[in-house]
C-alpha cells in the first residue's frame, strides 16, 4: 500500500504541481483546499486526486479534516504545508484582520497540520513535514511585513520541528521559493515584471514542476538524512 500524502492549497499553482509530482512517485495524494469548488473538482476530474475542502487556519476545521482523509484514505505519511495568502501593503496602510489572515493562515496552518498528523508519524516511525516558505520570508520584501513575518516564521517552525521529530524517522524541511510563473505572478504588471526578473541570475522565472521536484525528493526515503534544512529554489535571485 503506498503512502499517504497531503498537499494544502494542493489544487492549483505550485500546490497542484506538487500533488501531481508525488502522484507520480507513486504517493496516495490527497490535496486541501478552502475556496473555489469549481476550480477544485476540474483539479479532481484531471488529475484523479481527490480534494477536501477545509481553511488549515482554524484549528478544529483541522483536525477533523484530517481525520476524515485518514478515515477515507489511509494514515497521513506525508504532510506539504502549501497554502498560504497575501494582503499585502505597508506597515502605515496594512490592517490588523490583514495581519492576522496571513499569520494564521500562512504560519498558523503549519502549526495545525502539523497537530493533526505528527502522532500518527510518530507511532508508525515515519513521518515527511515538507513546508513552503518564500525567498520574502528570507530576504524580506517591501509592503509585505505580514507575509514575510508568517514565512520567516515557517522557516524556524521547521528547524524546531525538525528536532523534535528526528528520533522518530519524521523529517522537517522547508523549501524556499524565488518568484515562480503562477497565476499570482503573471497578474503583475508587465513593467514590474520585467524588474523582478533582471534581479535573478538565471534570467528567468522559476517553474512549478521545480519547486515540486525538490518536495517530491525531501518526501522520499532518500531524504532520510536531511531535516532542519531549507532549499532555496530562487535562480540565484538570493543565497545565504
Known sequence: MSRVAIVTGGTRGIGRAISEALKNDGFTVVANYAGNEEKARAFTDETGIPAYKWDVGEHEETLAGCARVEAEVGPIDVVVNNAGITR????????????????????????NMAKATFPGMKDRGWGRVINIGSINGQAGQYGQVNYAAAKSGIHGFTKALAQEGARFGITVNAIAPGYIDTDMVAAVPANVL???????????????????????????????????????????QHMY
Open 88 to 111: 499585502d501593503g505597508t506597515l502605515l496602510k496594512m490592517s490588523f484582520d490583514d495581519w492576522r489572515d496571513v499569520m494564521r493562515i500562512n504560519l498558523g496552518g503549519c502549526f
Open 194 to 236: 520585467e524588474k523582478i526578473v533582471a534581479k535573478i541570475p538565471v534570467g528567468r522565472l522559476g517553474k512549478a514542476q521545480e519547486i515540486a521536484r525538490g518536495v517530491a525528493f525531501l518526501s522520499s526515503d532518500d531524504a532520510a538524512f536531511v531535516t532542519g534544512s531549507t532549499l532555496s529554489i530562487n535562480g540565484g
